[in-house]
Every structure is written in C-alpha cells, then in structure tokens.
Nanobody, 123 residues
Framework: QLQASGGGLVQAGGSLRLSCAAS????????MGWFRQTPGKEREFVAG????????FYGDSVKGRFLISRGDGSTLLPLSMNSLAPEDTAVYFC??????????????????WGQGTLVTVSS
C-alpha cells in the first residue's frame, strides 16, 4: 500500500517535497516512480528509481529541477521539487512495481499506486 503526501500550494519559483509512505513487501520492489496527471491528460512520468541498482531516471520536463532518492524505512521516494512553475500543477502519484518487464517510465508497468497528492503552483 502506498500513500503520497507533501502536496500543497506554492508560488512559482518555490519548492515542495513529496514523499511516499509504503507498507507491505518493500524488499521485493523492482522500481518506484512518481507520475503526475492533469485533467484530460495521461499520466506523465516525473522520476523513478530502479530499486536494486539505485539508477535514477527523470522526465525531460523536470530534469535539473527535481531530485528523487530512495528514502528509508516506511517513507520512501522523497521527491524534492525546485523552481516550480505553473505547468507543474498536477496530482502527483507514487507508484511501485515488482515486475521487471518494461520501461520504468511507463505508467502501465506499475502494479501499485498511491492515492495522489495535489500540487498547485501559482503564477
């Protein structure tokens, strides 16, 4: 089970930090990621980690501004979001996958999703 937290309202140029509380079998995770979604659009890959190698991937729109890490304990996948812009406004979801098939940036490869946390960036 996953639960995302840390969303809120921030002005453009500001920062927020999201995290993902996880319960259950976290030892067998293959990868975890953050995705975001706005109404009428598909979920967009933000950042992800290959759990066993700690290899990190970022979506093109957030490279250089967002920083993801593994976290520890039951609070995983902290996502530090800096230099936020109005176009970053979305519901952010953390996700986990146990399967090894497919690209870590593909939402359909993830089996478990948190409920989402809303990030609103005002101009």
């Amino acid at each position: 089970q996953l639960q995302a937290s840390g969303g809120g309202l921030v002005q453009a140029g500001g920062s927020l930090r999201l995290s993902c509380a996880a319960s259950g079998d976290t030892f067998s995770i293959y990868g975890m990621g953050w995705f975001r979604q706005t109404p009428g659009k598909e979920r967009e890959f933000v950042a992800g980690i290959h759990w066993r190698t700690s290899t990190i991937f970022y979506g093109d729109s957030v490279k250089g501004r967002f920083l993801i890490s593994r976290g520890d304990g039951s609070t995983l996948l902290p996502l530090s979001m800096n230099s936020l812009a109005p176009e970053d406004t979305a519901v952010y979801f953390c996700a986990a996958r146990y399967g090894a098939r497919g690209d870590l940036s593909s939402a359909h490869t993830y089996e478990y999703w948190g409920q989402g946390t809303l990030v609103t960036v005002s101009s």
